[in-house]
């Protein structure tokens, strides 16, 4: 049991710190995600020249064989940054389906690229009928001779607008909702068939609906297993739901700072508001939120590490945490700082929309909490 | 970080787990079991037990007959002790005035005190409280004035936890009214219960038991030596004591104890009836406790882990004390929720080992769920309230 970072988790910590403090204020922030990418492509590029696109990867792979307790550590300070730029959708998601299932060529094709920060990618796993069920995939895949055709259609693809490969996973055998049967399959935003209609989303960024009509792939472009998809998809969405709490995390820590910080200094009947009672016990209950949240980020992110059997308990008891206290904590930083908070202008109120967009993804607080009642 | 055991760790375990398997005194275990009341008795042998094995001064310094386990293995131990359902350590001698006294006192009195607080052979007591001075500790007025070498005590002590069974009494005092800051004017004092001078006065609390007195200081004399540390300082030395004390009253290992016993009691028919575990209400409201908990396990892990990294226990550690009663106090309403109608029959008497079978109202300990409910509404208002903690947090941590 051991709490302490090792030398390499701190130099990271260390130089993601000093990137925000730097180079990414919220000014910048907020012109990046403006623009038509909704991200910066320079960033970007830093951020692979950094190695932080590297970090989960073998390092056979040109990885660095980093861990969740490595991934957790940047996407917390990633949070206090509010960086748009899709780390997410290619490293995590995308990258995460790559590097547990993808072959050599497969990997040289596209691992390689997205790791050097040059190809953009996105793993399309929600269907517009299947909420949080990553089984529910009624996108089909079928043999047509030595190729596979897909048809069907998806939703709110993080990234998927500016992504040149798309990740999908479609139904090659079994019922609509069957965890057997799927398969996964790297679709070339080029190929024919392929319509994606991309937009903005409320946290500043970016996604798209794609439907795939008819769109004709070779066997090359199966990733694993055919029918074996489900269990490489439930991990990386695991994987996935860890890195957005630990951003959670980063973001409640700086919202419960820059909320006390207000109260010290917003001057109200003469006085500092934070000297009122009411208001210091709600500004102490963010605290504490913030604290056990850590706690559980720190549980979940260990547990994951060690492959224990708590690991899908730890993955679920954090999101829900996330879900809720994530929303009191947003809400509340919203309501103390009256009404600036409510205003495009204040970067609070763009933390609060993110923290609310990461609640609604990965499964909210009410299907984490029924997977953790059933016990 | 790393949250896995050394194979030195998983050892101890099971040297804890053992001495609880084979050691523990089976009647106590089933008294713990049956929810049948402690004795006085039975909570001296308990620790005199741990003693015998080295493991009662679990906080305590090596020299002063410690075990010098490091935040590991202490948690290993609380872990194991609760898991076999022991019944708490009484804190106020092991965990209050020891540390206190090993800490602030000198030497004659770490001589005189230490080794039977560490043996169990002296019950103690807190006298902090008093009827005008609660969340406003500060303001208590029971004082003691010098005569010659010693100090005459004049006042009232309140809510003082099992002050019936107790030998001897520690109580902050007022040495001085004529100080700039009240606080200034407390010192630390320790108290012979068999004083001419001192009564005990039950209070009766709201499920119907006698855990709590009302004491009462009539020109108590005391000899000057038996005030700890330095005149005027009492008011520090408490504070610290409270500090160190409220990283051990999250009391997460059993809360996790019972609800395992709680989800374990759910899979079941009681009564023919339906499982409770089909309820789904019911069981969301079991894992939201439990991811709570689980936080709060961590949160004093990380907390334990500061501290033997050589920092305080700051004031974080009120996080652990509201959230930790909190939660207790969920468990003690699910429990009683379990119950349905059999948290009513308020039939405290039937839990003896002779009751007659054939006359005992509800199953298990089902009639007892609404009484600990009723009992621990305390958790949330004793060693500081709450809001008051709450406040130190404001103050502390947030600098506000």
Redo the contacts between chains.
């Keep these: 049991?051991?709490?302490?970072?090792n030398d390499i988790?701190s130099m990271l910590l260390d130089s993601v710190q000093k990137f925000i403090n730097n180079d990414y204020d919220f000014d910048k922030r907020q012109s990046y995600s403006d623009s038509e990418q909704g991200f910066s492509s320079e960033v970007w590029t830093t951020f692979a020249e950094l190695g932080w696109t590297a970090i989960p990867f073998d390092e056979e792979d040109g990885g660095i064989g980093g861990g969740p307790?490595d991934l957790m550590i940047v996407m917390e300070q990633f949070g206090r940054g509010m960086i748009v730029e899709p780390y997410l959708a290619n490293i995590v998601l995308a990258g995460g389906v790559l590097r547990r299932v993808a072959t050599t060529e497969q990997k040289s094709r596209w691992l390689e690229p997205l790791i050097g920060g040059e190809l953009q990618a996105a793993l399309a796993f929600v269907e517009p009928q299947g909420r949080y069920d990553i089984a529910n995939v009624a996108t089909s895949a079928s043999k047509e001779g030595d190729d596979w055709v897909i048809n069907g259609s998806k939703s709110v693809v993080f990234n998927g607008g500016n992504a040149g490969l798309l990740i999908v996973p479609a139904r090659t055998s079994g019922e609509q909702s069957n965890t057997d049967g799927i398969t996964l399959f790297a679709v070339e935003t080029g190929a024919d068939g392929v319509n994606i209609q991309s937009y903005k989303t409320v946290d500043g960024h970016q996604a798209a609906d794609i439907s795939f009509d008819g769109v004709k792939l070779p066997d090359t472009n199966r990733l694993g297993n055919v029918d074996g998809g489900f269990a490489v998809l439930d991990a990386v969405i695991d994987d996935a739901t860890l890195a957005v709490c630990a951003e959670a995390v980063g973001i409640m820590r700086i919202l419960t700072e820059k909320t006390?910080e207000y109260?010290?200094n917003r001057v109200q009947f003469g006085v500092p508001i934070?000297?009122f009672?009411a208001l210091?016990?709600r500004?102490?209950?963010m605290?504490?939120a913030c604290?056990?949240?850590y706690?559980?980020l720190?549980?979940a992110?260990?547990?994951a590490?060690?492959g224990?059997d708590d690991a899908k308990r730890a993955v679920s008891?954090i999101k829900?945490?996330v879900g809720t206290a994530g929303r009191k904590v947003g809400e509340e930083a919203v309501q103390l700082h009256g009404g600036m908070g409510v205003t495009w202008e204040l970067d609070v109120a763009h933390y609060f929309k993110r923290l609310t967009a990461i609640g609604q993804i990965l499964g909210n607080a009410d299907l984490h909490?029924?997977r953790?009642?059933?016990? | 970080m790393d949250v896995t055991l050394t194979a030195d760790d998983i050892a101890f375990r099971d040297e804890v787990r053992a001495f609880f398997r084979d050691e523990f005194p089976d009647d106590i275990r089933e008294k713990q079991d049956r929810g049948i009341p402690l004795e006085r008795e039975d909570m001296v042998r308990f620790q005199q037990l741990l003693h015998t094995k080295g493991w009662a001064g679990v906080n305590w310094p090596v020299e002063y007959g410690g075990t010098g386990w490091n935040i590991v293995q202490k948690y290993i131990f609380s872990s194991e002790m609760a898991m076999a359902n022991a019944p708490d350590i009484v804190p106020f001698g092991l965990g209050m005035v020891g540390p206190v006294i090993y800490t602030f006192g000198n030497e004659e009195q770490k001589q005189r005190f230490l080794p039977d607080i560490l043996a169990s052979n002296v019950w103690w007591c807190q006298g902090y409280s008093e009827p005008g001075s609660g969340s406003d500790l500060a303001s208590l007025k029971t004082k003691a004035d010098r005569d010659g070498d010693e100090w005459v005590i004049n006042g009232t002590k309140t809510w003082t936890t099992l002050g019936q069974y107790a030998d001897w009494i520690f109580c902050l005092v007022r040495t001085s009214s004529d100080v700039a800051r009240r606080q200034e004017g407390i010192s630390f004092i320790l108290v012979d219960m068999q004083s001419p001078g001192v009564t005990v006065n039950p209070i009766i609390t709201i499920e119907g038991g006698h855990e709590v007195n009302e004491i009462h200081f009539e020109n108590v004399r005391v000899p000057a030596n038996n005030l700890v540390g330095e005149e005027g300082k009492g008011w520090t030395y408490g504070k610290v004591l409270l500090e160190h004390e409220r990283t051990g009253t999250a009391g997460v290992h059993r809360s996790a104890f019972r609800l395992n016993k709680l989800r374990e009691q759910a899979a079941k028919s009681v009564r023919g009836g339906e499982p409770l575990a089909n309820d789904r209400n019911f069981m969301r409201k079991v894992a939201a406790v439990e991811v709570e908990l689980k936080a709060l396990e961590f949160t004093e892990l990380r907390t334990l882990a500061a501290v033997s990294s050589g920092k305080a226990p700051g004031a974080e550690s009120s996080i652990l004390k509201f959230k930790g009663t909190e939660i207790q106090q969920a468990i003690d309403t699910l429990f009683m929720e379990a119950a349905g109608y059999y948290a009513l029959p308020f039939v405290p008497h039937q839990f003896r080992f002779d009751y007659p079978e054939d006359e005992f109202i509800g199953e298990g300990s089902e009639t007892t769920t609404a009484l600990k409910y009723f009992n621990f509404r305390k958790a949330s208002i004793y060693g500081g309230s709450n809001e008051i903690q709450r406040n130190i947090v404001a103050k502390h941590v947030l600098g506000l």
């Design positions: 049991m051991d709490f302490s970072l988790q307790v006390v109260s010290k934070g000297s009672q210091q016990h500004m102490v209950d605290f504490t604290e056990q949240t706690s559980l720190v549980w992110s260990m547990t590490s060690a224990g008891s829900y945490q909490l029924d953790l009642a059933a016990g």
